[in-house]
């Protein structure tokens, strides 16, 4: 689980790919799920089967909450429940103070500006310090073209004090195109959000025999199978009696457009004898839904709107298709 505690952050990477109903603002997110209680954090978890939550902001070492969210997930998962946690933070209190709560892994963020001097920076005494701690540390980083130099010296400067370093494809965003452009960036393809280069160069980090566990994720790695992976099993858990599951995922239900959808749908089950799991009124679309087999053999004598839809199983149900029957 992705579990967003701030938008908010000390720092103003011109890269930040953070969405703007996040980018600076104090919400919570677990997944696409906007979080309004403790209780929809567990919710989610558990309706994606999640092994692990990875804790990102903003900076969520900015946050209080980020303490409480750790000892609440440990306290409903227990140990084996992984977490780590994204940071440009240096203050060792509240790193401490996570700890103490069960954090499992810190991964910390240096800003661009301090990578070619990050001997000089706070990083690296905090990391000698982290050496001492039950807690496994490492960096990430996403991939910048124009900026190896910077990034060679980042890798070879931090190797001796982290566990492992993450190498990140660059990717244009809503949020950050405007700058990457202004710089030169360009997208590696038509369809592609990934930046051109980011690619070639983390690989070619890959090769260079750093005495540290170097990583490399591209975007379509995170989209085509970790994003993937989660939205299936999400999708087995929420799926409803009837709901048809793809492939992908992605879950197919009938819907009815009409003006009173509580009482259409106590009508529509009556008169056709659908059994009340295969029928049900959604509060939050202001609609009926209805298994689409049954839908496809009624349809035509009902005087509302009936469409098959696609949508996605995460808490947003973002819809990608719709046909009118």
Known sequence: MVLLVTGKCYENCWYCPLSEEKRGHDVVYADELKVMKDEDII?????????????????????????????????????????HLYTSTTELDRIRRAEEEGLDEIRFHPPLDVWSNIDDSEFIPLLKLLNDYDIDVGLEVPVIPGQQRELRRLIETAAPYVDFINLNELEFSSTNWEELTKRGLIQAGDVSSAVKGSQEIGLAMLKHGYPVPLHYCSSSFKDGVQLTNRIKRRAKNVAKPGDIVTEEGMLIRGIILCDDPVKVKDKIQNKFGIPAKLIRYDKEKERVEVCLEVLERIHEELPYDCFGIEEYPTADRLEVERWPL
């Open 43 to 83: 919710e989610e978890a558990k309706s994606i089967d999640a092994e692990g939550t990875g804790i990102t902001g903003g900076d969520p070492l900015i946050s209080n909450t980020t303490f409480r969210y750790i000892s609440l997930l440990k306290s409903e998962f227990g140990d084996e429940h992984h977490i």
